[in-house]
């Protein structure tokens, strides 16, 4: 791989916006480059994995200091959330996947890290975590599953007034009638109908919604993301405008397109 010690996080940095090919960024892992072609990585990505970078925006977009938190990430995979927790200072983080062996060695290695690997988070209680005292806060990252049935069983995992960043994914959230080509979200009511959708579920769940925003990076198909700020059991709301957000963040896909 030459200038990334591995494929997959060469793929990342590809997808973070990280690489130029021949002068230009080059946002598609799949192309194949020519011998006499300049490859560059014009960042270092500051996390394990392009997760990372999405929850630093969230944490920064909606003003969240984490410090001395205890945390569950759902869906931890190679552990993009779980290293921006612990770089935002988080105490302890539990990373849940029901997947193995997908952890970087990096975080595996940290004690304030705590592996649970193959490990369904719906059916996940605080015995499990091995605590007795409700977390801090929460991520959610997931794929092929509706955000519903992972916050409902999370919410006694957690205090009230927790704070909560879920990853909204349109892709596993629309039904596959409104997938187009690739399994890809391409019109922007599609966005808006997943969205109020969630944000509907959540309050049934009982979290107060407290801000939605773009990712700031595509999922790995080229999917628009959306990152949704929760508080467990909170008593106020800040309105949102979803059509702006979705308006907003399929402007900034045209600029990069």
Known sequence: MGAVESRNRAQALIMAGKVEVNGR?????????EPDDQVAV???????????????????QFGID???????????????????WLQHGAARVWAVDVGYGQLDWKLRQDPRVVVLERTN??????????REIPLDGASVDASFIGLRLLLEPLA??????????????PQFEAG???????G???QPKVHEEVLERVVDQARSLAYAVQGLTASPIRGPEGNIEFLLY????????TTLNIERVVDEAWKAEESHA
Do not use: M, Q
Not at 25 to 33: F, H, I
Not at 70 to 81: E, I, N
Not at 121 to 130: E, N, Q, V
């Open 66 to 84: 984490p410090t001395g938190w205890d945390v569950v990430d759902v869906g931890a995979s190679t552990g993009g959330f779980t290293d921006c």
């Open 176 to 182: 596959p009638a409104k997938l187009g080509r690739g």
């Open 121 to 130: 988070a719906r059916y996940l209680t605080l015995s499990g975590l091995g």
């Open 184 to 186: 890809v979200v391409r």
């Open 42 to 60: 014009t960042a270092a990505l500051p996390f394990v994995s392009r997760g990372g970078v999405k929850l630093n925006h969230a944490l920064d």
């Open 25 to 33: 960024t080059e946002r598609k892992s799949g192309r194949l480059v």
């Open 230 to 237: 929760l508080v467990a059991r909170g008593h106020t709301e």
């Open 156 to 169: 006694p995992l957690i205090k009230d007034g927790a704070t909560v960043v879920a990853l909204v994914k």
